[in-house]
């Protein structure tokens, strides 16, 4: 029989914001820090089995965060980049 262990906070975060989500309250931006974390970590086979494990409006939702937060991360890459000019 195979143990039961706790999950981590991170993992815990994420749990809580998709229950939020179905009970419709929850809060995007919270989900974006979150999903962040977890690529920040190297967690990204593990934002693929929660996918793999939602139905398909809440998997739309999770993966449409991913994106969002992606595109936040860049966009803020390029804000914090120096201005180069031209000579």
Do not use: C, K, Y
Not at 10 to 16: G, M, N, Q, Y
Not at 24 to 37: E, K, M, P, V, Y
């Amino acid at each position: 029989m195979l143990g039961w262990s706790r999950p981590d906070p991170l993992t815990r975060d994420l749990i809580h914001l998709i229950n939020a989500r179905r009970h419709d309250h929850g809060d995007t931006d919270d989900a974006i820090d979150t999903l962040q974390a977890f690529l920040e970590q190297g967690r990204e086979h593990d934002l693929l089995t929660v996918l793999a494990a939602l139905d398909e409006e809440m998997a739309e939702w999770l993966f449409d965060l991913v994106d969002d937060g992606g595109f936040r991360a860049s966009l803020a890459g390029e804000l914090n980049r120096p201005a180069q000019t031209e000579d």
